[in-house]
């Protein structure tokens, strides 16, 4: 619990990553760094795929619609929340001089996205519309 609270303090004060550990290479920090724009540009993808089903499927019915659209929200949403936690992990173990943190989310990510795209091709080939 104390790491989880320290570890969302520095999502808010990142200069107290340096307090620990030795500065890295820049470079590492620099990639650290469009890692955490790459997930922040998945986030606002999947967000932005959540308000198209949901403003531009009306054909759809409405339990199929909202639930595709969540679940992309949700995961954009989840996704912007890793991309800050990933960013603040990778900084300190870099600092640190220890190994790179893992993580389950991407394969999290990965199936969410397979899921709603499976879904997707049933409606795209059977037309499933809300009547």
Known sequence: MKSVVRSL??????????????????RFSLANERTFLAWIRTALALIGGGFAVDQFLPGLSWGVRAGLALALLAAGVLCALRAVNHWVRCE???????????????TLLGLVVAVVAVVMVVV??????GR
């Open 9 to 26: 303090r520095l999502w808010f004060a990142p200069q107290r990553v340096r307090e620990e550990g030795d500065t890295p290479d820049y």
């Open 92 to 106: 300190r173990a870099m600092r640190r001089g220890e190994s790179l943190p893992v993580s389950r989310f991407p």
């Open 124 to 129: 795209v080939l059977f037309g499933w519309e």
